[in-house]
């Protein structure tokens, strides 16, 4: 006998519930889907719709089966892998598309609101957003009003189920604060999900041609939050080092190896130290920045490079927290060995002739070193040389095109002339890339730094002074370096750059949503074991140790419960009998005959009239005295007359 594919509509009441609830679970993840996922996904959903309103059959196992196949050859396509939190995301929601197209019982919506809960709690794995707290409500509210939607009567209304729904999670929430709160925390999780790799999310790169940078320079991401325990630096020495550029081929900058050599014995610091603490966004590289130059950090696996650069052994794919303290005056060894110096001056000799030869002839004219540095920064300065973040195109010997040709540019092409043009002459020099200034959050008293301010300069080595820093883009757009992007945000210097300049109210609320984002990962997400260690101190415990924290826990949770137990009970209570009630059922006892199930008081009595031996008087009498104190309006008379009658039986 072949089984049924038919569907009979039993399912249309609770099928747009569930059809909801999987729309909510898959939301937060369409951005980091493919768009065939999505696409599949509302196909499916209409398709399944359409099939339970005009009593259709599902289609055949076979072509299941054949769609499952290649949605999981699309993923593993799209992905070149199927684990991690993108490909786990993705094959969670085609899934659950296709489980649409094979839903024939009640039991089958139940696994599709399964399938729901895991999508909710996989889009936690990418990223614990400001709103991802009230989505996390609402998902699973909806949810759970899906789930009694599906197990309801089709008469039932919609509004008890929201109720019903509504109070699990106000008895859950206590019980989800308490865990959260006390809940023993590590320092590291106990397992982790390998996140999406396959788009940078930082502004800088370890390699660098002209035009790189300028793809990512117009976002208005966070790159890091900066607080300081002191006083705040002012815009022109806000320089937050990251990456050093030290190959060049003629074209393109990379960097060496910065595991080579651990270099924190070749700085020497004077003056006063900033100290500060550093809120950075996952960039999926190892670079740690810190304001130039820095002198301690606290983040873990983190070391100095040869050239000074801070570097993780591990990338850093979650948002992390850390310390540290910085100098402004600064001095590197003065010593630079021969084959160092012959490695910071090598210009391949094919590459951009005219700027090498200018670099040759200027510092010929200069007679020294700096006096060559500050001819290059007044030629800059002087001649017609512009800051633009919408340069154009280069050919194979760009720094000659830039130089002598398009003089448009914005801060990699100034440090990439700057520093050929000092390795023609002699004068050892790289390139650094990290970003220049940021702007302070007057509401949350923290400074951000983002993805458009990332920068690039320059390091020039001079005999019996060490490595000096040199910002060529200072003497072609000052306003950038001295009050940096935000600064010209409002007076039309930056929207000549290439920026955009919002309203004033857009920008107070976007400082606002900021303030509140850097509380909510200081607060919320930065709840780790110091933290927590902390609030258990600030609440009286001693030496606060995971056995202590457990036994608060137990207590805790086994208080809520009981607490939560005592007003379900108070709730569901039956209420007492009133006293029509007490009397018709001692009436009832009298007369020695049981009410069938679903018979009424008055068609109770007309069947005492026929097998009863009490007086049809006195059982209408009791009948219609019962029904009038029971139902009708506040009477004593009939309750009192109910009272004589029963007990004159």
Known sequence: MSKARGTDGSLLASLPWTLLALAVSIGPHVPYLPWWITSAFLVCGVWRYSIETRRRPIPP?????????????????????????????????????????????????????????????????????????????????????????????????????????????????????????????????????PMDTGTAQSGISDTMSPGDISSLSMSDAVAFRATFKGDIPEPRDRYWRGIVLTNFNGRTWTSSDPYAVRALEQVSYTANPLEYTITIEPTRQIWVFALDMPESWTLSRTFMGPQQQLARSIPIDQRMVYEAVSYLDYRTDVD???????????????????????????????????????????????????????????????????????????????????????????????????????????????????????????????????WRRVDPTSAVAPERIEVGRSGSMFDGVAESWGFSSPSMWVYELQMYMDALNAKWNEWILGYGPENQDRFMEWLGMDDPDWRKKMLTLVGLVVGIILVISLLLALRYTPPKRDRAAILYKKFVKKSGIEPETGETPAMFAERLADVSTLPAEMVTLITDSYLEARYGAPAPKSLDRLEKAVAGI
């Not at 054949?66 to 899934?95: D, N």
């Not at 089958?108 to 709690?121: A, G, K, N, P, R």
């Not at 009694?148 to 008469?155: D, G, H, M, Q, T």
């Not at 002087?382 to 000659?400: I, K, R, W």
């Open 61 to 193: 196992t076979w072509v299941r089966a054949l769609l499952a196949l290649l949605c999981f050859l699309g993923v593993l396509a799209t992905y070149s892998t199927i684990s991690g939190v993108g490909p786990g995301s993705a094959l969670l929601a085609i899934m659950a598309a296709l489980k649409l197209l094979e839903t024939r019982k009640r039991r089958d919506q139940f696994v599709l609101l399964f399938i729901s809960i895991f999508l909710v709690m996989s889009s936690l794995l990418r990223e614990q957003y400001l709103w991802s707290l009230p989505y996390l409500l609402v998902s699973v509210f909806m949810i759970m009003t899906a789930w009694l939607r599906i197990s309801s009567p089709v008469a039932e209304r919609a509004r008890r189920s929201f109720g019903t729904s509504g109070r699990l999670v106000l008895y859950a929430a206590p019980l989800a604060i308490a865990m959260w709160v006390f809940f023993p925390r590590i320092a590291t999780p106990f397992w982790s999900v």
């Open 336 to 466: 630079l060995s021969d084959m160092a110096r012959d490695f910071y001056t090598l210009v391949p000799e094919a590459s951009n002739p005219e700027t090498q030869a200018l670099g040759r002839r200027m510092r010929e004219e200069a007679g020294s070193d700096t006096a060559f540095i500050d001819a290059v920064m007044r030629m800059f300065h002087e001649q017609a040389f512009y800051y633009t973040l919408q340069p154009p195109a280069l050919g194979s010997n760009s720094v000659d095109r830039f130089l002598f040709d398009t003089r448009q540019g914005f801060c990699e092409h100034y440090a990439s002339a700057f520093a050929v043009l000092m390795r023609s002459a002699g004068i050892p020099s790289r390139i650094v890339l990290g970003y220049q200034g940021g702007e302070l959050n007057p509401m949350g008293g923290h400074m951000i730094v983002r993805q458009s301010d990332a920068h690039a300069w320059n390091e020039v080595w001079l005999d019996g002074v060490g």
